[in-house]
């Protein structure tokens, strides 16, 4: 069974998670640049959550790259990592139209933990259908990110109960380090075309 | 003519109906944990309705890869599936918003009810458009499951007006297995190109 | 220039109208069947209107089937036909809510009109570049339908100050004649073929 | 690496924006035609971001048709161009509500500013990525329309803070003369293959 679907119906929801969560953003009632102070912090959660969205399709468009042979529990996981991305627009509304208060923060946290528990399953099941040889797992080397990321959103949603601009401080680092593209699976790649 | 189009469109009103659920999540008013409380029955009707809608896209997704032909009564049969499968978001809605009442807990199985013969009436016509040698219809087998689930949500229908819960348990039972991925078309191909 | 980019941007407008329009379909508020009664109209309207971009769905389908060459002009007349479908979903949902009064009523035809018009504006754009030998224009034929529509959406828009739910009745109507699968063009390839 | 999951997934983008858009036309409460004159200027501002969208669907496609290397940074200037895209139905919204006042005139610009050069950094992107004899670098030549919009839309916010009408001018000026299809990467394409 080939991928194209699995990529398409994938790029259809984050696409459309994407685009719905900008509906969050209200159009304000007033009419002056004052009336748009409300809505700062809703547009702040807003960039946080397209950087992730972002970056969870260009790092599945790359996964999916190494992946030939696409196995039922691969669709199945595939449907779990979108459930879990499905549900940002949700806590990033929660968390933007309340300044990121501390249930929100965690809760935001909670989701990027499950979403990122869901990407290393689908992971870890494509390596295995790949057999010894996997070109996947040779492409993520060692995967510091992606083994460090739960545990740093583990700690920001601890955290948030102390102080909840640590927990956003540590959203947006992670998010910072994932956004340098992945240059590994484009390497293996190209070495194996040589 | 070609089969890319229509899984491409049907793949695009899944998805969007997959995603726009999330919408009736809506934010609460409260900041802290217990303000998610009104959320949480909306969220358990919005876990069953994606797993129902993965488990119709990966059937899906599995009946087109048999089918080579697309004729105009093919054409009809899966807009007339995506019209049931459009009206999930709303019943999901009522029915989470209600804590699973009778009167929401009934329509949403007459809505699966509807959706579960739409999806036999495509699988009936690409199977007469295959001709003797059906590779669908080998496939398919006996289709309990297909033959089954029709008669267990006609029976949550009326048993919602008895308890309401028993019909969710039903509801439940019968995604549960279908998730259970449908290795017969996977089989029946793998056979055919050896 | 290929036409796939064309017809898989117009795919997922379509996909995308065809799934917001049940937004309009608002959960109501009580818990018993009788709730669902101010509904009825609104789910009638959206019956219609799902019919309505099917037809338009699959013709469109059939109609870039023909087409080889998608010109700067073909670009922009079908953007101009997707500009006047999107607005389906508001006046589906003014005619709804107000039971198929006398003003929703024409305006819903207004739309019907301009869409027709912009699918025929397209029709001659893809006509006009195959030149002499068109193959679209062999298939459409004498296009009876396609130039009867146009004629009885301004009809309905007229009879709505009249009786409104003649107009309905003729909306109906030439749903109706179209939903029979257009098999002009798949029998004028099929010749080609041979 | 491919460029059909770029140019798929950002129509999905582009698809979804300019159809929530249409979200922002509430359904009218009268049932007369004179309820239909609030929603007149969210309609024309719903028209005018449609073709923007359309213009920027467009030159997008024309673009990435000389695009055959999709490398990370070209991905992320992808991106960027589409969330300043994303908000356009927010500033369409808050102009259209407030019938064309000054700051909401003033933050379209800015957005369509913002969206002007994220379209020109992943321009440049991919005309670096071509090396010396870049095909979109000829093919767009002096690219006059480019450099002069950014020019026009910083003159279109300055100007609205003095009369919002000539910044109003100024946009639909600026859509006209995209809205002249873009032969220029036609041309060159043509020129290529003989």
Known sequence: MGKNRLEAFSDGVIAIIITIMVLELRVPQGVTFSAL??????????????????????????????????????LWANLHLLFWLSLIPFTTGWMGE?????????????VLLMAACAYRILQQLIIASQGRDSLLKKAIGSDWKG???????????????????????????????????????ERVLATKKT
Chains 1, 2, 3, 4 share one sequence.
């Open 98 to 110: 309340n300044h990121f208060a501390t249930a929100p923060s965690a809760l935001y946290g909670v």
């Open 147 to 185: 083994k460090l990321s739960p545990v740093l959103y583990a700690a920001a949603i601890l955290v948030a109960f102390w102080s909840h601009w640590v927990s956003q401080g540590i959203y947006v680092l992670v998010a910072l380090f994932w956004l340098i593209p992945d240059r590994r699976i």
């Open 37 to 74: 102070e409300p809505v700062i912090p809703v547009f702040l959660s807003y960039v946080l959550s397209f950087a992730y969205l972002g970056i969870y399709w260009n790092n599945h468009h790359h996964m999916l790259h190494t992946c030939e042979k696409v196995t039922g529990p691969i």
